[in-house]
């Protein structure tokens, strides 16, 4: 659904690979977007094809990391109000029509508005420990702000007011346990890669004392305990990830 005139344009930018499964509901929930723009790193899948059929303008390029590529995304996009989705992720339409009600005002007093995410693991949607609330500034100015941190864990940073929105952005991560598995094996030799890069040095002391604080704060001060026994899951997996990341990081700075 096209948007009115008197709003502010607003492009949808996503990165993709391989996400023909997944990307088909997050388009869907985008059709009130002046432009939808998906930069694919060489899907082998049906993705590229799926985002054309769905109107999108679809850009392919090599990957240079999840920074980089969002980056890319945002200054490649028709407009300057950008709205950033991944691939599993879906705009509510709570949270559409809360775009909708800043849009008519040109999204004054604000570079950037913020959105709550909710995340569904092994089928339930989670709503303690640290992944509720999980806040992520998705909608904003590209002339005031961009995308930084340290991949993969990539945020939006902006130079002025930032403002929350109603409705949620839901979230479904993982396509199975293994998935989430994998996952984790993949992004903590990732960040360990690059925090030796940036100079960083993991002492034993970080592998054997940072992963049961970090399951101390899901699950006892962020309540994952509410969450029945998936909240136990995601806070041993959370210690888990922090714990390989650290030996990881302290093996590459002796070897």
Known sequence: MASPASSVPVSACIITHDEEDRLGACLDALTWCDEVLVVDSHSEDGTREL????GARVIERDWPGHVAQKEFAIREARHDWVLCVDA???????LREAIAAVRVTGFAGAAGFEVSRVS???????????????????????????????NPHDHVSVDGPVRRLA???RHDPY????????????????????????????????????PPARFFVFYV?????????????????????????????WVATRT
């Open 88 to 94: 599993d992720e879906v705009v509510t339409p709570e």
């Open 120 to 150: 569904r693991y092994l089928g339930r949607w989670i709503r303690h420990g640290t992944w509720y609330p999980d806040w992520k500034l998705r909608l904003f100015d590209r002339r005031r702000g961009g995308w930084g941190g340290r």
């Open 221 to 249: 001060v962020r309540r994952g305990f509410l969450d029945g026994w998936r909240g136990l899951l995601l806070a041993y997996l959370a210690a888990h990830y922090v714990r390989l990341k650290y030996a990881k990081l």
């Open 51 to 54: 985002a054309a059929a769905r």
């Open 167 to 169: 409705g949620e952005l």
């Open 175 to 210: 396509r199975s346990f293994d998935d989430h598995l994998r996952t984790i094996d993949d992004y903590t030799t990732i960040m360990a890669e690059e925090m030796r890069a940036e100079g960083h040095k993991a002492r034993f002391l970080d592998v054997m004392t940072r």
